[in-house]
């Protein structure tokens, strides 16, 4: 059965998930959609034009034309503008909510039955208007933020501890900003618990302390580097694993932001936590006990999220329904 995954918005993220995707064989067919349609064609053509090299079969398509979207299995939505040095996530929501409004329209009316996975900032609010905006099963629209907020945290984690990232497990829970909660108590290195490692005076809590907010500072220093744009390389890997693991239901438990109704005390708001991606989408929301310290900054999160939606509701009074 051929996949296609159509990416709306080809600029930077766009363009490396169209490029990643096809260098896994994830998919027989991309759709890279935008409404600089040059930009879309273009990348379309130089990355096919990669295939003789890297020996992929995947037919690409740039376009600005959402009928060319139908019958997609995956879309993954970057379309938007990125943050410029200064600004905040937040500072993005006017802008990006009308463009989300738009997106929405044209998946609901040309590719409905997609799992649909939101990339566009603020991270949150974004894919809650879009899963309202566009009337997706909660199950078929989800976030990526925390497999994004989680790497850089392992990145920091490995590079203080001189251990590879890949020994290293941990998450990330709430919302994408700067009270993500970056969680130590579910921390694994090299076998062992980031508590003991703490014990042990590997780390001293101020080095952890340093590396969570370096963690929630994450994109604001790669833009400050780049200076034009935002990180594009980690949020495309991670937006793959998410379409990796639905088309091929590999049943990941991954932290997303997703629709809690009730799980974690928080009813009808999107927010980071870990979910169960496999083929029918976000198949089920995995409650960790929290310690006390744990579950207040959770809720410090979920209560900045709420706070961003009520002034997307002031942009869109539709989104209070
Ligand atoms: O972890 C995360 N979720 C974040 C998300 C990590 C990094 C970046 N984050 C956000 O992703 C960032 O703040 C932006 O909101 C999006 C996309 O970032 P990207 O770096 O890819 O931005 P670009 O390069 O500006 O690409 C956006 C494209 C650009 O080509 C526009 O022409 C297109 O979006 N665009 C549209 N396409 C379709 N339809 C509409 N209306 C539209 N408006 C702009």
């Given at each position: 059965m051929s996949k296609k995954i159509s990416l709306i918005g080809a600029g930077q993220i766009g363009g490396t998930l169209a490029h990643l995707i096809a260098l896994k064989g994830l998919a027989d067919d991309i759709v890279l959609f935008d409404l600089a349609v040059g930009l879309a064609k273009g990348k379309a053509l130089d990355i096919a034009q990669s295939s003789g090299v890297s020996g992929f079969n995947t037919n690409l398509k740039g376009t600005n034309n959402y009928k060319d979207i139908k019958d997609s299995d995956v879309i993954i939505i970057t379309a938007g503008v990125p943050r410029k040095p200064g600004m905040t996530r937040d500072d993005l929501l006017g802008t990006n909510l009308k463009i989300i409004k738009q997106v929405a329209e044209g998946i609901k009316s040309n590719a409905s039955e997609a799992f649909v996975i939101c990339i566009t900032n603020p991270l949150d609010i974004i894919v809650m208007a879009l899963q309202k905006y566009s009337g997706l099963p909660t199950q078929k629209v989800v976030g990526m933020a925390g497999i994004l907020d989680s790497s850089r945290f392992k990145y920091f984690l490995s590079q203080k501890l001189g251990?590879?990232?890949?020994?290293i497990s941990s998450l990330v829970l709430g919302g994408h900003g700067d009270t993500m909660v970056p969680l130590p108590n579910h921390t694994i290195i090299d076998g062992k618990s980031l508590a003991s490692i703490l014990e042990e005076k590997k780390i001293s809590d101020n080095d952890l302390k340093s590396i969570i907010q370096r963690t929630r500072k994450g994109g604001a220093e790669i833009v400050k580097l780049l200076e034009k744009g935002s990180a594009f390389y980690a949020p495309a890997a991670s937006g793959v694993e998410m379409a990796e693991s639905y088309l091929k239901n590999q049943k990941k438990t991954l932290p997303c932001a997703a629709y809690l109704n009730g799980e974690y005390g928080v009813k009808n708001l999107y927010a980071g936590v870990p979910v169960i991606i496999g083929e029918k989408g976000v198949e089920k929301v995995i409650e960790l006990k929290l310690n006390k310290i744990e579950k207040d900054n959770f809720d410090v999160s979920i209560k900045a999220v709420k706070e961003l939606f009520e002034s997307a509701i002031k942009i869109d009074s539709s989104l209070s329904k």
């Open positions: 251990k590879p990232i890949t020994e």
